[in-house]
């Protein structure tokens, strides 16, 4: 069965700080990747996803994500942190089941 | 265009009782998912619609759970009896025909059972 593993709970930046949250997963052949963001009090929105092509993918909001097959990773990254972007974030994998496995989440912290 | 809608927003019940919530797709939108997120866990796959059916109801935790589609529009998810392990927050979610992977999401439903 394929998991997601988010191993930070909890991330604090600084604004203007640089940004990645880990993501690492478990499967047999390359799944496709998402990652998700929930500001408080709104559903889930779709940050990016990663199907195939260029491993390094942009997303809406200034972020990006890298997949690296030998490591099993889709690490997401933001140059500089805004305040707005303080918010949970959930990586997800998928791959041919049209059903998401969502991570459990990294909660980032914005310092002014 | 509105968004997948999801009611109530919260809702606290009795173990024992029964809670019904509901999520109104977006229009057009034949996949219907059922998602729920245990406080300070993962986000764990119930069930997954097409249209009316159940495509994949792997995800259930037991025959406390019901979900229908009615004739493949809005769709409801039964609690009943509830349990206290129930409580956390249900996820609604869509998606569009082809897999595009994107799935729209309500703003869930927080069940608190006491």
């Known amino acids: 069965a394929q998991s997601v593993t988010q191993p930070d709970i909890h991330i604090t930046v600084s604004e203007g700080a640089s940004l990645e949250l880990r993501c690492n997963y478990s499967?047999?052949?390359?799944?496709?990747l998402f990652w998700y963001v929930q500001s408080p009090g709104q559903g889930l929105q779709l940050l990016l996803k990663y199907f195939s092509g260029d491993t390094l993918v942009q997303g809406i909001k200034g972020f990006e994500a890298e997949f690296k097959r030998s490591q099993s990773s889709f690490n997401l990254r933001k140059p500089s942190v805004h305040w707005s972007d303080a918010a949970e974030y959930f990586c997800a994998v998928e791959r041919g089941s049209y059903i998401p496995t969502f991570g459990r989440g990294t909660s980032l912290i914005v310092h002014p | 265009e509105a968004g997948v809608t999801q009611f109530p927003s919260h809702s606290v019940i009795e173990k024992g009782q029964t809670v019904t919530l509901r999520c109104d797709p977006i229009s057009g939108h034949d996949n219907l998912y059922w998602y729920r997120r245990v406080m300070g866990k993962e986000i764990k796959f119930l069930l997954h619609?097409?249209?009316?059916?159940?495509?994949?109801e792997s995800g259930m935790p037991n025959n406390r759970f019901l979900a229908e589609r009615t004739g493949g529009t809005y769709s409801t998810l039964k609690v009943q009896p509830a349990e206290l392990e129930d409580s956390g927050v249900y996820f609604c979610a869509s998606a569009g025909g082809g897999n595009t992977g994107e799935l729209f999401f309500g703003e869930g439903s927080r069940l608190t059972v006491l």
């Open positions: 619609f097409v249209k009316e059916s159940k495509q994949d």
């Open positions: 499967y047999g052949a390359t799944p496709y």
